[in-house]
């Protein structure tokens, strides 16, 4: 029992020759594209200098605990007000992140991050809560998200790299929480 008749074998082979040759079109294109947009970096001629050493009392001295949440202090440039529903979720993080309870500090603040995914102080609060629980390269990551919609806040994003310095240390990588640490000083 033959499964193709000969007529639709040829189609067949002519409809996969030609999603073939398509694709082929679209990589040959992409890889060009790619090629074409590569940067030349600046090459500096001055020897690095060498950064300060930090010891474990300079990250210890960074403040542990943010400053409470009070709906007056919530000031974000440029974006829009935070809602009554975000400010509680944020209260209510704050308060399970003081008693301890991380894994319910951290769950208020997934969902005021689905309400208000922009919110620079969310995404802080949850980089803090992940580090409380021992996620360093977590706390990394949303700390850098909460950079990227901080603006023009400098507090904000010297808190950030406070927390980026503490996540390195954590992970035992000295000499990223030294260059965290500086950049924490730019602020």
């Known amino acids: 029992m033959e499964l193709i008749n000969t007529s639709n074998r ?40 060498p950064a300060p050493q930090t010891t474990s009392e300079d990250i210890n001295a960074i403040p542990a605990e943010p400053e409470p949440v009070q709906r007056q202090e919530i000031v974000r440039p440029q974006a829009e007000p935070e809602t009554p529903v975000v400010i509680a979720l944020l209260q209510k993080a704050e308060a399970e992140q003081q008693s301890g309870n991380f894994d319910r500090a951290a769950a208020d603040l997934e969902r005021a991050l689905r309400i208000d995914s922009r919110n620079p102080r969310l995404w802080q609060r949850l980089a803090e809560v992940r580090l409380q629980q021992g996620d360093a390269r977590q706390a990394e990551i949303l700390a850098g998200k909460s950079n990227q919609y901080a603006s023009g806040d400098t507090a904000m994003k010297r808190r950030n790299w406070q927390i980026i310095a503490k996540a390195r240390a954590q992970s035992g990588d000295q000499q990223g929480a030294n260059d965290a640490i500086l950049r924490a000083a730019e602020f």
């Not at 999603?19 to 030349?40: D, E, F």
């Open 10 to 49: 040829s189609e067949l082979m002519s409809t996969s020759g030609v999603i073939a040759y398509r694709y082929a079109a679209i990589l040959l294109v992409s890889l060009t594209m790619t090629a074409c947009t590569t940067l030349n970096a600046p090459v500096s001629t001055k020897p690095p200098t």
